[in-house]
């Protein structure tokens, strides 16, 4: 099973490297699945001609339009296989019934029938699998949110029982941070599930966070490589003893996120459901909460929620809760980044949380929230000083060395 990302088939260079490496793989006598994402940028172009048209297009056909992506790729793919005298068929996310919710967009795999990729193996050939889409059971084309290939390939795994899922990429493996921020970050040659959950869902984007779930929760390994050259890559396994010496195993930061407050509003029971409760309606994720006693049964609720959602957010708040608070009293911030430090080791290290303050403090970063769980530290800080701060915490917990 190997999954290749945009840049892995951004050209028809990069289509033939890919078709050459599942056939060596097949000269190997493995039976080869290949799940393929659509060129690098493709996937981009296809949703601004969508946004030419309307500005809030309708889910359903969006899928129609980002899911031909893939469509492209994997026919390019069986070709190029073709073209190296190989055996290869291209298979749709219908076409395999890759099954998901209906949520368009963000879908979620329900089930995969694991008979025409068995049929194709059987006869020799190279399965070609457009990633990133699935049908829902209406027959709807669904895709599963962005980077979703990487889901797909993981789930596909997991169908198919393989032994391993390997993930191509630009990048050598997973990094103590973004390699492209941090020059000097280390790849690290194996990482637990858990803490790779915990660095998908803060920031890096070098594997789906749900692809990370189903390989947890079906127990398939992750290899995460580079399409470019032969190294050994990142292994995301369960954790292990060794693991916990690290106090800090990564450092990532979201970008995009914005903060409502509202100020002074009356401390009475259920407040925080009332104010929740319109926006978990409307669909959107709240993140880090702050809750902080002011005075004479008066307090400040605060929250952060992606910059995209707060227009939408605020307006509701105003709508709804006209009763808790005047419009006055929320306030909303946004161009706010989230960093974090991410390690099992935090479970049995103490002072991690001051070292983090501290090295920000030398940077003269006001950090404006703070949220932590067993394995990781969050700060909210303002963007433009997202990457120093990655800078800076990768050099103070000494990542760089190992
Ligand atoms: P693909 O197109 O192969 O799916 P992505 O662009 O989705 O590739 O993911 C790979 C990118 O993830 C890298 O180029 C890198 O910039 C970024 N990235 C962010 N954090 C990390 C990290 N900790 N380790 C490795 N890569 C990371
Ligand atoms: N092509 C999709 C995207 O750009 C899915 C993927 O690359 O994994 O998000
Ligand atoms: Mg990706």
Redesign the pocket.
Known sequence: MQK?????VGNIERIRAVARRCLATQRQGHDVVVIV?AM?GETNRLLALAKQLSELPSERELDVIVSTGEQVSVGLVALAIHAEGGEAVSLLGHQVRILTDSAFSRARIKEIDARAIGSALKDGKIAVIAGFQGVDESGNITTLGR?G??TSGVAIAAALKADVCE?????D?????????VPN?RKVSRISYEEMLE?ASL?????QIRSVEFGMKFGVPIH?RSSFNDNEGTWVVPEEKAMESVMVS?V?ATRDESKITLHGISDQAGIQAMVFRPLAAAGIVVDVIVQAYVQNGRTNLTFTLPAADLARARDLLIKQCGHLCTPDQIKAETNLSKVSVVGVGMRSHAGVALKMFEILARENIGVQLISTSEIKISCVIDEKYAELAVRALHDGFDLDKG
């Open positions: 290749y990302g945009g840049t892995s994402s690098s980077g290939s990487d993930i191509y990429t630009d990048v493996g997973v990094y103590t941070a973004d390699p492209n921020v970050a660095l920031g890096a984007k070098v594997l995460v990564g990532t």
